[in-house]
């Protein structure tokens, strides 16, 4: 798990790797488009890892699934 500050307000990343998934909890419940940033950088580090440790072409490496929704 990750906490990230984003414009003085924290959300938690819970990444799970053997699912290609990053859960986001947001008590703000912004839209995705806020910490686009983040993504970015995840996204990145994550196709690089999998290039680099797993042996993964680069253009076969799908982005990790970003899920946004969670209860209340």
Wanted: with cysteine.
């Amino acid at each position: 798990m990750r906490m990230y500050m984003h414009s003085f307000h924290w959300i938690l990343l819970c990444i799970r790797i053997e699912e290609h998934k990053v859960l986001v909890y947001d008590s703000l419940r912004q839209d995705k488009s806020k910490y686009q940033d983040i993504i970015e950088v995840v996204n990145t580090a994550w196709s690089r890892y999998l290039h680099k440790h797993i042996g993964l072409p680069i253009g076969e490496i799908e982005p990790l699934h970003w899920v946004t929704d969670f209860p209340v």
